[in-house]
């Protein structure tokens, strides 16, 4: 009986598995589909790359993806290190409240985010665009960030902290040669997480952007709004390659890193301070 | 001096530290506090104060107040079906992650560690495709012409099965792009369950269907809380798929929000909606936090 449970739950999970990979994987074949209407093989041709490739909307987007992407990223980090270096020694009700406000921001709908922040600016008169993208992405994403930042400063001693303090250790030098290393693997995880969503963010963009250059996703959604061509595919084959990639570097980081700070915070490294 | 010195003069320094220190550290927690007021709070709060204003759609002037008209609106049959449908869609596709993401989470639970990590390396990497070319993708699956199609013709429906621009293939986008999110909460869930405890229920002479119904199946709620929440209040407001599989008509209230506010200009409704999916994932953290409580128990 056991065994036969073990072959339902194994036939469905395989079913399950080809689900999730199917479209991607009918998109990866017909990215080099002949046929301009996918309906059938036609042969393979790298000229929906080509085409993608040459297409000035999509490389105006990407710089812009990239553009907004790196400066979310910085303001996440510097939200997210500043808030968990407070957290660390906040009182519990002080980090409950702290924590809350993480994870309001993470719960609520992008749609009503997006939507309230378009009314702020449009009130106020201040412009859509980059900066108001910007702005928009970092409100989200430092909240992720928070949260990896917070579950590695979970892992210091603030002992460390205040021996290097004791040792004679100025509280600049202290930030830069304590907290900072050992924060580290915690900051490159948050910051390449950052970095992704940023890439990946379709919504609050599109209600953000305003009539500007558009970020790759924004403009990806237009295109596939008004017309299907199998330059999308290749398009979303190499934003695929590119997003896992990234997610992947931050996966590891989190293990790599994790070795070579706890090395670097042990103690003979502080009698140098 | 030992280590035991050492800690105590820390702790002395942090004596010393702590009147300067604290006004230091709470110097720290502004610029997220800052961020978050100016940028989240506020603009919440003004959608708060619309939804209860009205708007002249001639002079397009808002008058402030204390109105339940664009409440009221939501419920009107032009928007009622709009909103049942988010409902039933966000429930639906909920349910089909469930009945989908538990036999596979719980299969991938008893592997040996390293098939295990394989099998999640299988979820996790749709997963981290962009969320624009997923959804692409599955416009492409559903669409006339597309495999879906083909296999129907070749079932020997002649007609052939063309899903995409239907509610149906919006159920379906959900489902597909959120999947791995209600895996991994219950396959880690899962995972933590001592396989002693089920020994013990066979030992005590249970037969399998009964221990997994009354060990393993309440040892996974929270991982089951979880991946409800964090899959169905999303899909309450989700743009993106209903506008791209549901072929660009008001078929959700993501996209109902995003035409009152680009497109008609009357912020007051697109308002009252959205604080409608605000009350839902008040409602949906209330359980989040319940989920926590039950697994500290």
Redesign the interface.
Known sequence: ??AR??L???L??AL??L??????V??GI?SFNRDI???AWKGATLLWYRTALADTTVKAGLGQTITIGLATTGLSL???V??A???R??TAR?RRL?DL?T???I???????A??????FS?IGFPLGTLAVI??H??WN?AYA?LIVQARVLTLD??LD??A??LGASPWRVFRRVTIPGLLPGIAAAGLLAF?FS??D??TSY?LVGNQTAPL?VV??SM??FR?TPE??AI?MM??VF??SL??AAFLTVSRLGRGARRALSLPSLADQ | MGPVQVRVAARGAGAVKGKVGRSIRAILALPTIGWVALFFAVPLVMVLVYSFATISLVTFNTTFGWTWSNYRQIFDHLYLDTFIRSVLLSVSATAGCLLLGFPLAYFISRQTPRRQRLLLVLVIVPFWTSFIVRTYAMENLLGPGGPVDHLARLLGFSQGLVLLYTPAAIGIGILYSYLPLMVLPIYVSLERIDAALLDAAWDLGALPRRAFWRVTVPLAAPGILVGCLIVGIPAMGEYVIPEVLGGGKTLMLGNVISEQFLSIGNAPFGSAIAVVLMLAMAAALFGLRRARKLEET
């Open positions: 009986m056991r449970r073990h339902l739950t194994g469905i999970s399950v598995v689900f999730l990979w199917a479209p991607l009918n998109a017909n209407l996918m309906a510097a939200l997210a500043t808030g270096l407070w957290w020694r906040a002080g702290f406000l994870y309001l921001r719960m609520m709908p992008e749609v009503v985010f939507v309230a922040l378009f009314l702020l009130k702005i928009g970092t409100v430092s928070a603030p002992a205040d021996a303090a004791d992704t890439f990946d379709v919504v209600f996703p990806l959604l596939i709004r299907i999308i595919n979303g934003v695929m997003t896992v997610f992947g």
